[in-house]
């Protein structure tokens, strides 16, 4: 039986810049030996790329909150003149009170000489052997999600529907992680965007931390006066098995549940860009969307802006700031599952669950949400995973479907078959 919607995700990405508008001709490109990549921003997709190295200018530093104030003087602030590119790169982190990392880029490269392997590369991570922690275990994690259905859905009109609990896969070895490698693995999935953002760290002489992640949602891209979102909730692993696996695609698609879980965020997004838009187009229902490893439930959004040219309302920077985070994240209404995300998770979010982009000095750029990532820093990754919780939620389930969205960057950090480890993985069936 043939499956409905079925969309190669992101294979199009919607309304990205062509990848020569990034890699400029006249840019200063670096020289074709690899760079050092302790302080990179990547960004790799289907319809754009876009690689930096180092900071020639920061460019705000304060929180989520305090952006949406003033994005058209933070673009303001760009160099015009900055030979690289007069854009501003980096991430706002999940929480709207934490401070972002927004500034522009010192030198571009393209992505064949950001990642050309080193002449001396660092071994494979094969025969290394890896400590791992899952926070919280399975069944904690289990108790966590007891706990929100609990608070869940009482029927009141200002009641919480949906809370987006996460946990995190602290893995630590011997030999450091090899950042190149990564992304390469990464990049292998032509269904998701790969990104690397550098993490601001406190330590001026610790290794350099970067957040890595190959995420399949688009946060909100413009490109003039046209606007896109792709939003994803509800979702199931994938099943090796075809006929098992076109089973699965059909009960997402009619899971009330799955239907809700992401109804609330489509209602969400509208409900923020409607003011903004001449018109927005919202399908009523959602498509089915792929990772390798993924089944999502995604609503291509598509509007036209009123006023394009206001930075401080519509800029791709402003609409990120206003849009993050979705309830995809967080959960709905905004500041109630956030408390009750601060008062069950055991571990500060940081960037994931943030969002990642880019914006140049018109207002044009892409945001995409960071997930299916990890906090790479040495011989440490902290890997993060969560899952949008309904009234109704099956915590075996919600386990495994994090257990699942960590498959993606364990198989990269040639780590797989890690989410089988007993506190953190699959059961039988759900
Ligand atoms: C919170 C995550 O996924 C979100 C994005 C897509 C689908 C989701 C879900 O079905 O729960 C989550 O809302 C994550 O990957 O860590």
């Known amino acids: ?17 062509p990848r020569t508008t990034l890699q400029r001709e006249d840019a200063p490109l670096a020289a074709r ?28 530093q304060d929180s989520t909150h305090a952006l949406t104030g003033c994005c058209d003087t933070v673009l303001g602030a760009l160099d015009p003149d900055w030979a690289a590119a007069p854009l501003l790169v980096g991430a706002m982190p999940f929480d709207r009170d934490a401070p972002c990392w927004l500034y522009q880029p010192q030198t571009m490269h393209t992505i064949d000489s950001l990642l050309a392997p080193k002449a001396a590369g660092c071994a494979p991570a094969g025969g290394d052997s890896a ?14 999600v007891r706990q929100a ?75 003039g006066k046209n606007i896109k979102s792709l ?39 509208a409900d923020l860009l409607n003011p903004l838009c001449a018109n927005l187009a919202v399908p009523a229902h959602p498509s089915l969307c792929s990772t390798a490893s ?38 709905a209404p905004r500041d109630a599952a956030l408390t009750l995300i601060r008062q069950l998770e055991p571990f500060e979010r940081g960037f994931y669950g943030g969002t990642a982009g880019w914006s140049d000095n018109t207002g044009d750029g892409s945001w995409y949400v960071a997930i299916r990532c990890a906090e790479i820093q040495g011989p440490r990754a902290r890997l993060f995973a969560g899952a949008g919780i309904m009234h109704d939620s099956s915590p075996a389930a919600e386990a495994d479907e994090t257990a699942a969205k960590f498959s993606a960057m364990l198989r990269a950090l040639e780590l797989e078959g890690l989410e089988l480890f007993p506190t953190l993985g699959n059961t039988a069936s759900r």
């Open 294 to 331: 993924m089944w999502h439930l995604g609503t291509h959004i598509n509007g036209t802006l009123k006023h394009p040219d206001d930075l401080a309302t519509s800029s791709s920077l402003a609409l990120a700031a206003r849009l993050q985070p979705t309830p995809a994240l967080c959960g």
């Open 231 to 269: 939003p994803l909730a509800g979702s199931l692993p994938k099943q090796a098995n075809p006929m098992l696996d076109q089973a699965a695609t059909r009960r997402l698609l009619q899971s009330a549940k799955d239907l809700q879980e992401h109804r609330v965020v489509v209602e969400f997004i």
């Open 33 to 60: 030996r690899s760079p050092d990549l302790s302080n990179c921003f990547m960004l790799h997709g289907a319809a754009q790329s876009l690689a930096a190295t180092g900071v020639h200018k920061p460019l705000f």
């Open 1 to 17: 039986m043939s499956l409905p919607n079925i969309e190669p995700h992101m294979r199009a990405t919607p309304g990205a810049l």
């Open 149 to 223: 259905t609990a608070r869940l859905g009482n029927g009141t009109a200002e009641a919480l529907r949906k809370v987006v609990l996460a946990r995190s896969l602290e893995i630590s070895r011997t030999t450091p992680f090899d950042l190149r490698r990564l992304l390469r693995h990464l990049m292998n999935d032509a269904s998701i965007t790969t990104y690397c953002l550098p993490l601001p760290g406190p330590a001026r002489h610790a290794a350099a931390s970067h957040l890595v992640g190959a995420t399949p949602e688009l946060l909100i891209t413009r490109r």
């Open 131 to 144: 400590q791992v922690q899952a926070v919280p275990d399975r069944r904690s994690y289990q108790d966590m």
